[in-house]
Structure formats: C-alpha cells, structure tokens
C-alpha cells in the first residue's frame, strides 16, 4: 500500500474511532511499526492528527475548545444529539461520558433543563459549566490521555455508590455478535462500571460505527436500552441491533 493510502486509511480510522492504536494500524496495514511510526510523525507535522502514547487521536477530540479544528460527521452528531435530548427530564440524575458525540449533547442542553449531571470527562463538566440550572458533578481519578475521562479505582469505587436515571456513553466499536467494544482496558472498566450503576442506558453512535469491533469488551448489545443514530429507526442498517424488548431505536 502507497504511503498516502496509508495516510487516508490512518485518518478516517482516527475520524471514526478518535483515537487508534499503533499496533493496531501495525496489524490492520500489514507494515512495521517504523513504519507507522513516520507515517504518525508526517501526519502529526501537518497538524491532522495528534500523536499520544502508543497511537494517536483526532484534533478535535484533544482540543474540543479550538474552532479551528473540524468535528468528524458534525450534522450526523447533532442529530444525535438532539434524540438524545428527548430522553432528558427535569429533576433527573444523568451520567454521561465523554467524546465528540456527547460533547455536542452538552452543547446542546437546553437552558430551561433542571438536572443533576455527574459527569467523567472533565470537558464535559467544563462544557455544562456555564448552565445555570444544572448541578454538574465530575467524577475525578487519573486522566487517561488517549481518551480524555477519569479513569482508575476511585472513579470505579464512586460509580458504586450513585444510581443515575439515564447514562449515556459512546462507544468505538459495535456489532451484534462483539456487542459494545473498546481499545482500551482502562476506559472499558469505566463504562462497564457507567453501566452497571444505571437504571437506563443510551447508547449513541454515528452509524459509519456499526458493524465495527475493537479487541475489548464492555458489554453485549441488549443490556442497552437506547441506541441513538443519525439514521432513522427503520433504517435498513439497524434492523439486526433492533431488540424485542431492548434496545430501542431512536
């Protein structure tokens, strides 16, 4: 493969999953990892991507704050966005990860919404920061880098001890037979832990992710209760992930 096929392959990877793992990229290319280490290199020089401890992430999923940095599938994401709203009440208890598509959940709460947001992604709390009828929480630990959320023993053990009405996380890879999946070990255990301490849970993912698997499980498709795409539900690409009771499409 041409060094720039290389190129495109390694940023519509990191588009759609926002970060990647040099191994992977290693494996998923066939090459060695010199040889995604320069192309990372090239890539980082010419300001597409950012270079992290063993891989690399999007622009705009490290600096969330800059208006010169694009968000991959931006319409696709506010529309998510916005069905995701719906499910908000007042007086609720939401717990919410962190990436682009959630970002823009935030960005998007309306200003009448009175709610308690417990939140481990601290440009989520930053995001809500300027809500006035919101109380944000933020669940703190160490700060994993290549995903940009609090992550370790103390987020898992405060997890415990709340039972939010509605956790919304992302997710990097979904399938029907590999459920909800992840790269990394660390962020796994934090949304396993998302998860289990809530009564609902809405998945919401651009469609382009569906169908994709990452080496780590988090959990299987039907312990979610919402799935939220761009699409509409009826949509011939989520008619497998479409549950008889759960999940719901929206």
């Keep these: 493969m041409l060094k720039e096929e290389r ?4 940023l519509k990877e990191i588009n759609l999953h926002n970060k990647v793992l040099s191994t992977d990229l290693r494996d998923q290319l066939i090459v060695s990892e010199d040889t995604i280490r320069r192309d990372l290199n090239e890539l980082a020089d010419q300001g597409l991507i950012v270079k992290v401890y063993g891989g690399a992430m999007g622009r705009t999923f490290h600096y969330p704050f800059n208006g010169e940095t694009q968000v991959y599938a ?14 908000f009440r007042n007086g609720m208890l939401i717990l919410m990860e962190g990436g682009t598509t959630i970002m823009e959940i935030a960005k ?4 009448d919404l009175e709610a308690t947001v417990f939140t481990v992604s601290p440009q989520v709390a930053l995001t809500l920061a ?45 399938s029907v037979e590999d459920g909800i999946t992840d790269s990394d070990w660390e962020v796994v255990q934090v949304n396993k832990a998302m998860i289990r301490s809530a009564k609902k849970v809405a998945l919401v993912s651009i469609a382009e992710k569906f169908g994709t698997v990452r080496k780590l499980k988090i959990t299987d498709i039907e312990n979610i209760d919402y799935i939220i795409t761009e699409l509409t539900p ?17």
Excluded: M, W
């Excluded at 190129?7 to 390694?10: C, D, E, V």
């Excluded at 933020?138 to 415990?160: D, F, M, P, W």
């Design 130 to 174: 300027y809500h006035e009828k919101l109380e944000v929480i933020v669940i703190g630990g160490r700060l994993a880098k290549n995903s940009n959320i609090h992550t370790g023993a103390s987020v898992i053990n405060e997890l415990s001890n709340i039972k939010p009405d509605l956790c919304v996380i992302g997710a990097n890879g979904i």
């Design 108 to 111: 998007r709460i309306p200003d």
């Design 74 to 87: 931006l319409e696709a994401k506010q529309v998510i966005a916005d069905k995701t709203l719906r499910l």
């Design 7 to 10: 190129h495109k392959f390694i």
């Design 234 to 250: 009826g949509s011939p690409e989520l008619a497998a992930y479409d549950g008889k009771e759960k999940p719901v499409l929206l």
